[in-house]
Nanobody, 125 residues
Framework: QVQLVESGGGLVQAGGSLRLSCVVS????????MGWFRQAPGKEREFVAA????????SYAASVKGRFIISKDNAKNTVSLQMNSLKPEDTAVYYC??????????????????WGQGTQVTVSS
């Protein structure tokens, strides 16, 4: 089990950028995948992006591909999500999550074992 703490949310105008960070503590195995999910009011929590802790492979939701970039710093045990060209529909609580699943990069919520408390991102039009 790992502990996850997100930061970096806030209010930004459409077209702007924000960078979210997630500090990971606890024992991190090389098989871990770190992901970002988001949940807008009245909607299901949805996958945004994920990165393999060891190999660095990535996966993105179609809605953010080309605008968001996920990265990691193994030395600092952090995972970041750079969000560019933000749209009002990106408004949500963003969650950092960790998956211990082996195999392809997981994109389903149920494949993630540990979650942060979330950070609010609001994009005004």
């Amino acid at each position: 089990q790992v502990q996850l703490v997100e930061s970096g949310g806030g209010l930004v105008q459409a077209g702007g950028s924000l960078r979210l960070s997630c500090v990971v503590s606890g024992r991190i195995f090389s098989s871990y995948t770190m992901g970002w999910f988001r949940q807008a009011p009245g909607k299901e929590r949805e996958f945004v992006a994920a990165i393999s802790w060891s190999g660095g492979g990535t996966s993105y939701a179609a809605s953010v591909k080309g605008r968001f970039i996920i990265s990691k710093d193994n030395a600092k045990n952090t995972v970041s999500l750079q969000m560019n060209s933000l749209k009002p529909e990106d408004t949500a609580v963003y969650y950092c999550a960790a998956s211990r699943a082996w195999g392809p990069i997981p994109i389903r919520r149920v494949e993630y074992d540990d979650w942060g408390q979330g950070t609010q991102v609001t994009v005004s039009s």
